[in-house]
């Protein structure tokens, strides 16, 4: 069965810090993966999408990376503010899973003042 | 610009009720879905649509019923509820398939069957 595993389940910063949160997949053929941010009680808001040819996309303060042959993906934040305390999620389009995303189990961020 | 709207957003059945949550996009999207979120699963992909008149099964679609009469509307139907249908659900639509397309979701509809 193909899966996405993020870890840590949940992280917490100083604010001003810079960070990695990690995505790993299990296949490596693969269509795009996203990263999607969630809010408390709120639905997913689409932040990156990196397709299997990409190495990486960038947007404001935020830099996702994408490593097909490990199985890896990195979302880097930036100068982390209390704002980005969010749910960040990642998903894998696998080749043949039609069309089905795989979600990870997400990683909740919090960032303190 | 009102993008994906559920409703309802909280409801509260028994067991053995039916119900169904109602999806609605104005992007002119081909493609819906209807995603289950639980603690520690993650979301994992009840039914999805490619147009209107089409529906798919995805990973967990036992218990479940779907219909797409139209384009913008994706409706999910629970027949006999049952607690492991407890869970908060999101429905999602795109232009494409997801192998190329980003996903805009709705707010969430949060299910409870005692």
């Known amino acids: 069965k193909q899966e996405v595993t993020q870890i840590p389940a949940a992280l917490s910063v100083p604010e001003g810090e810079n960070l990695v949160l990690n995505c790993s997949f299990t296949?490596?053929?693969?269509?795009?993966l996203q990263w999607f941010r969630q809010d408390p009680g709120k639905g997913l808001t689409s932040l990156l999408l990196?397709?299997?040819?990409?190495r990486e996309q960038t947007s404001g303060r935020l830099n996702a990376s994408l490593d097909k042959s490990s199985g890896r993906s990195t979302l880097y934040i930036a100068a982390s503010q209390p704002g980005d305390s969010a749910t960040y999620l990642c998903a894998v389009s696998f080749n043949n899973a039609g069309n089905m995303l795989t979600f990870g189990g997400g990683t909740r961020l919090m960032v303190k003042p | 610009n009102a993008g994906v709207t559920q409703t309802p957003k909280f409801r509260v059945l028994k067991t053995g009720q039916s119900m169904t949550l109602l999806c609605a996009q104005d992007?002119?999207?081909?493609?819906m879905y209807w995603y289950r979120q639980d603690p520690g699963m993650g979301l994992r992909l009840i039914h999805y649509s490619v147009g209107e008149g089409t529906t798919a099964k995805g990973e967990v679609p036992d218990g479940y019923n779907v219909s797409r009469l139209k384009k913008q509307n994706f409706l999910l139907g629970l027949e006999s509820a049952a607690p492991s249908q407890t869970s908060v659900y999101f429905c999602a639509s795109s232009y494409g398939g997801p192998g190329a397309n980003v996903l805009t979701f709705g707010a969430g509809s949060r299910l409870t069957v005692l």
């Open positions: 296949d490596s053929a693969i269509y795009n």
């Open positions: 992007m002119n999207h081909e493609y």
């Open positions: 990196i397709q299997s040819s990409q």
